[in-house]
């Protein structure tokens, strides 16, 4: 009766965790953008023509945060940040290119040896694994599109089943891209819906 009691409150804090989390990553885009626009009051320069720099700093910022193991990393702030101001497509693509990459370093250290940095005996690695097992990369392609475990556990498990690396890669870009699209063309839209800003 009392594990029982205990399971729900255990969900509520993990909850309240990740809405934390979210709305922590919300704060920290709002607060990008609104810099960059008093930056570009400031210096009377079009923030459009650095659309360039733009994609570029989003693609190293996310290929840097997906070579984080198990670290949270402001990459998707940042991400959507730009979306607000350039092109949403783009900003999708180089966030979704930078976080495929960079999630080879779960992949190799799955590959060297998955007990460095995780115990094999986690109920969510556990998880990860039979996935790879049934499903291979198509496993990798669902959680890089729709995360419901997190993907550095993904890539642990596909590098100790020694799945092929372009295989894990090419699976994770076409999830992770797809979603950082999405989630650009809803953060582009975020200043409307909000306070009817226009850029």
Known sequence: MTAKAARPAGWWVKWLKEGLLLLGMLVLS???AFLLFQFRDVFSISLLSYSWLAYLVVFMVSLVSSCTIFIPTPGSAIML???IIWNPVPVGLAAGTGDAIGEMTSYWV??????????ERLPAYQKAVGWMQRYGVWAVF?????????????????GA???????????AWCGKA??????????????????????
């Open 81 to 83: 940040a730009a979306a």
């Open 110 to 119: 799955g590959y060297a040896g998955e007990k460095i940095v995780v115990d």
């Open 161 to 171: 089943l020694k799945i092929r690396w372009w295989k894990f890669i090419l699976a």
């Open 142 to 158: 669902a959680v890089a599109l729709l995360p419901v475990v997190p993907f550095d556990l993904i890539g642990l498990a596909a």
């Open 30 to 32: 709002a607060v990008i």
């Open 178 to 199: 797809p979603r950082a699209i999405i989630i650009c063309s809803i953060g582009h839209q975020l200043p409307v819906l909000l306070n009817g800003w226009r850029f």
